[in-house]
């Protein structure tokens, strides 16, 4: 047996990768370390100039919008896509209403975004990978772990918290298709979502205070955990979730 050396591990050189919400943030990052590694990328989200700004410094990558809270426009997604390798499952959305504010609307919506849209493209990519290997990755969040009460909201949590149990379920399932379903689950870090938060020293503070390593988190500490949960590396890894967050989990 032919021992694989790091770098081919980690690779993804001839592999096609999806990855959504790519438009900015974690997202973007996102799909730039998988290109990195040797892979095709198509991005897709709403925001198409921001998406062709990426992909103009990027050769690797190819621009997809879509709007993934229309479950046709999913279904268009993964047609033009075709199969691919790596699914990176990052979108999502916030209502930013209190639980006793928010609407069951509202409620709705962000879910439908934030785990109806990755159970429904896991579930093309599936029939689209028709037993050849696949690597889901959902994007869920210690939020959907632990409370970050009186921070968050109750639609944010409970759709990320739906997303790690769809994520065990989607892997028993589809384990003997050659299909590998695991969640990563970033702790603090800075996004557009969440620009609010870091903006005010007292929420900062709450944060270094209540992490072990005393800080937020930088975009590049999640890249190595997403290249092992995508590539051979994590070969007989499913069904788990790979919390990054500076020890907040572990109090």
């Known amino acids: 047996m032919t021992v694989p ?10 592999k096609t990768a999806l990855v959504t919400g790519a ?14 590694a040797g892979a095709t990328v198509w991005i897709t989200a709403r925001r198409k100039e921001k998406l062709d700004a990426l992909a103009a410094a990027d050769p690797a990558l190819r621009v997809l919008p879509a709007d993934l809270s229309d479950e046709e426009a999913r279904e268009a997604l993964l047609a033009e896509t075709g199969a691919v ?8 959305t916030e209502s930013g ?6 609407t069951p609307s509202g409620f709705a919506g962000v879910l439908g975004t934030n785990l109806v849209a990755p159970f429904h493209l896991a579930q093309l990519a599936a029939r689209a990978a028709d037993g050849a290997p696949l690597s889901v990755v959902n994007v869920s969040s ?8 009186p921070l968050g909201g109750a639609s944010y949590a409970a759709a990320k918290a739906g997303l790690i149990g769809l994520t ?3 892997a028993g399932h589809w384990g003997g298709r050659g299909v ?11 996004t557009e979502m969440n620009d609010e938060l870091f903006a005010d020293d007292r929420s900062v503070r709450w944060i270094e205070r ?11 500490e999640l890249d190595g955990a997403l290249l092992f949960l995508a590539s051979a590396a994590s070969s007989y890894c499913t069904g788990q979730v790979l919390a990054v967050d500076g020890g907040w989990t572990a109090r």
């Open 210 to 220: 209540n992490t072990m390593l005393r800080r937020a988190g930088e975009g590049a």
């Open 168 to 170: 065990r379920e989607l």
């Open 85 to 92: 390798d790596v699914l990176v499952n990052n979108a999502g």
């Open 180 to 190: 590998r379903v695991n969640a990563l689950a970033p702790g603090w870090f800075r």
């Open 5 to 14: 050396t790091p770098g081919e591990l980690f690779g993804l050189q001839g």
């Open 97 to 102: 209403a209190k639980p006793l504010d928010e």
């Open 142 to 149: 210690i939020l959907g772990l632990v409370s970050a009460a």
């Open 23 to 36: 438009s900015s943030g974690l997202g973007a990052r996102f799909a730039t370390v998988l290109a990195t």
